[in-house]
Nanobody, 123 residues
Framework: QVQLVESGGGLVQAGGSLRLSCAAS????????MGWFRQAPGKEREFVAA????????YYADSVKGRVTISRDNAKNTVYLQMNRVKPEDTAVYYC????????????????WGQGTQVTVSS
């Protein structure tokens, strides 16, 4: 039911920055927990970051803490992932996800997923 479209990926040098965006359809975006995941070549999908419906709570994977900021603009139905000081190991397809159920940000599952956007970090 919820449509998610990621954008902002591309090629970036190690140490650089980029911002990913995820645009969502629907009237109830402000009630969704939003998350970002990534999948590197030959590896399983891993959690990156999540934000509560109001934007007041955030949770990050240990691998990206200090380098990544998740945020949202409910008026624009959009969630962002700001990535700084990127590393070659950040190379992956990045996916946006949404879930309407309240509760903890840690360890939750998500109902809706975007198609992904490629991020490639050159060494």
């Amino acid at each position: 039911q919820v449509q998610l479209v990621e954008s902002g990926g591309g090629l970036v040098q190690a140490g650089g920055s980029l911002r990913l965006s995820c645009a969502a359809s629907g009237r109830t975006f402000s009630s969704y927990v939003m998350g970002w995941f990534r999948q590197a070549p030959g590896k399983e999908r891993e959690f990156v970051a999540a934000v509560s419906p109001s934007g007041g709570s955030k949770y990050y994977a240990d691998s990206v803490k200090g380098r990544v900021t998740i945020s949202r603009d409910n008026a624009k139905n959009t969630v962002y992932l700001q990535m700084n000081r990127v590393k070659p190991e950040d190379t992956a397809v990045y996916y946006c996800a949404a879930d309407m159920r309240p509760g903890l940000l840690v360890g939750r599952t998500y109902e809706y997923w975007g198609q992904g956007t490629q991020v490639t970090v050159s060494s």
